[in-house]
């Protein structure tokens, strides 16, 4: 019993690491959503000849100008797609520990409910192992399917938004995370009750 809390102990320290991974691609993704909100924005006031004032005269200018706001919005576009690939592998690898979780449980087999429940002092039980593992997983693959809904709908709309969708875009993406990190801290406390590792 203790041999395999200590190797849910190890999937939990790896399953940590990608957390914190988690908050940086979204610091990343949220950087980039606002650098393509402004580019929407502004090719709105680009398309409108009276904000060229004395430069309207040059042959062009508006197209180019246009051109080269196109240009970059492709490039943070691709740079979103980039971004959600990662957070895309993040809810992989979790879905792969909680597979690889109940696959120890049992070794092999499905474990028993005295076996899930069993305590060693304050150590966990390996149902409160699995089951945060569990809900983990569940948190970010939601957060995941709410964050690929906004991407789509930004690249959707890119061209005939409003400042109003952008606007609820950016504050959607900005409310996030869904996750609570009082919650997982929760989790992690449990699983590393007394700092068994």
């Not at 690889?100 to 070794?107: D, I, M, T, Y």
Request: some cysteine; hydrophobic content about 40%; proline content about 2%.
């Amino acid at each position: 019993m203790e041999g395999i809390l200590k190797k849910y102990q190890q999937k939990f320290k790896k399953v940590r690491q990608e957390m914190d991974n988690w908050e940086t691609l979204q610091s990343r993704l949220i950087s980039q959503f606002s650098n393509a909100s402004s580019i929407i924005e502004r090719v709105q006031v680009i398309g409108d000849k009276k904000n060229y004032g004395c430069l309207k005269g040059i042959d062009g200018i508006e197209e180019a100008v246009l051109q080269n706001q196109m240009e970059a919005l492709e490039t943070i576009l691709l740079s979103i797609k980039y971004t959600m690939e990662d957070f895309h592998s993040i809810v992989l690898f979790l879905e792969k520990m909680v597979k690889e979780s109940k696959h120890l449980a049992g070794g092999g087999s499905q474990p028993s409910t005295k076996q899930l429940q069993q305590r060693t002092g304050i150590k966990p039980r390996l149902s409160d192992c699995l089951d945060g593992l569990a809900i983990l997983q569940e948190m970010h693959y939601s957060e995941y399917l709410l964050k690929v809904s906004v991407v789509s709908a930004l690249s959707k709309i890119a061209l005939k938004s409003s400042s109003k969708d952008l606007g609820a875009l950016r504050q959607l993406l900005f409310d996030q995370p869904n996750i609570p990190k009082d919650e997982v801290q929760l989790i992690y406390d449990i699983i590393f009750a007394e700092d068994i590792c």
